[in-house]
T-cell receptor, first 114, second 112 residues
Framework: SQQGEEDPQALSIQEGENATMNCSYK?????LQWYRQNSGRGLVHLIL?????REKHSGRLRVTLDTSKKSSSLLITASRAADTASYFC??????????????FGAGTQVVVTP | NAGVTQTPKFQVLKTGQSMTLQCAQD?????MYWYRQDPGMGLRLIYY???????DKGEVPNGYNVSRLNKREFSLRLESAAPSQTSVYFC???????????FGSGTQLSVL
């Protein structure tokens, strides 16, 4: 079964607007990562946030992590048409039974219209 | 800089046929992974190799075998393909488990 679940499943916004998507997970984690996938391509790493971090920024991306609620959010500010893609969260447990495994959610499909 | 290279990009098999998906990375990474991606399911881990000489099962290993040929190469074999194995397969690598993954461009496999 998948560790992370993204919400919403799909998001449609206009250029310039902000896009927010959420990820909830079930078990304790060592870190949580966000990836982007353009149609027909492989996944590209966006940002990694460790369990002892609460917020991280990278360019127009802002990621938060709330380990007490077992949830994370990805905010894309001032979206562009080029941000149209699917976004996935992935969790790394780091415990003996999950060592080596990075588990992905089902993703949020984001469409940014000009 | 090639990164992670997967071959082939597309493949059509008949039920019962076998094939091997190849993956190679040139980043001197220790860990390599095979995922499958199905619509609405996200990525599911098939097998992984945390370091050269080791392989472990992921979430959906049935019907697959892997070989970590050397530090660069990690192959995925379907011994007797089934329609349920129709999917897009991704290989990925990282310096060590838990760090960011670098993905190949994928193999689209159809089993008829």
């Amino acid at each position: 079964s998948q560790q992370g679940e993204e919400d919403p499943q799909a998001l449609s916004i206009q250029e310039g607007e902000n896009a927010t998507m959420n990820c909830s997970y079930k078990t304790s984690i060592n870190n949580l990562q966000w990836y982007r996938q353009n149609s027909g391509r492989g996944l590209v790493h966006l940002i990694l946030i460790r369990s002892n971090e609460r917020e991280k920024h990278s360019g127009r991306l802002r990621v938060t992590l709330d380990t007490s609620k077992k949830s994370s959010s990805l905010l894309i500010t001032a979206s562009r048409a080029a941000d149209t893609a699917s976004y996935f969260c992935a969790t790394f447990g780091g415990t003996t039974d999950s060592w080596g495994k990075l588990q992905f959610g089902a993703g949020t499909q984001v469409v940014v219209t000009p | 800089n090639a990164g992670v290279t997967q071959t082939p990009k597309f493949q059509v098999l008949k039920t019962g046929q076998s094939m091997t998906l190849q993956c190679a990375q040139d980043m001197n990474h220790n860990s390599m992974y095979w995922y499958r991606q199905d619509p609405g399911m996200g990525l599911r881990l098939i097998y992984y190799s945390a370091s050269e000489g080791t392989t472990d099962k992921g979430e959906v290993p049935n019907g697959y075998n892997v070989s970590r040929l050397n530090k660069r190469e990690f192959s995925l074999r379907l011994e007797s393909a089934a329609p349920s194995q129709t999917s897009v397969y991704f290989c990925a690598s990282t310096s060590r488990p838990g760090e960011k993954l670098f993905f190949g461009s994928g193999t689209q496999l159809s089993v008829l």
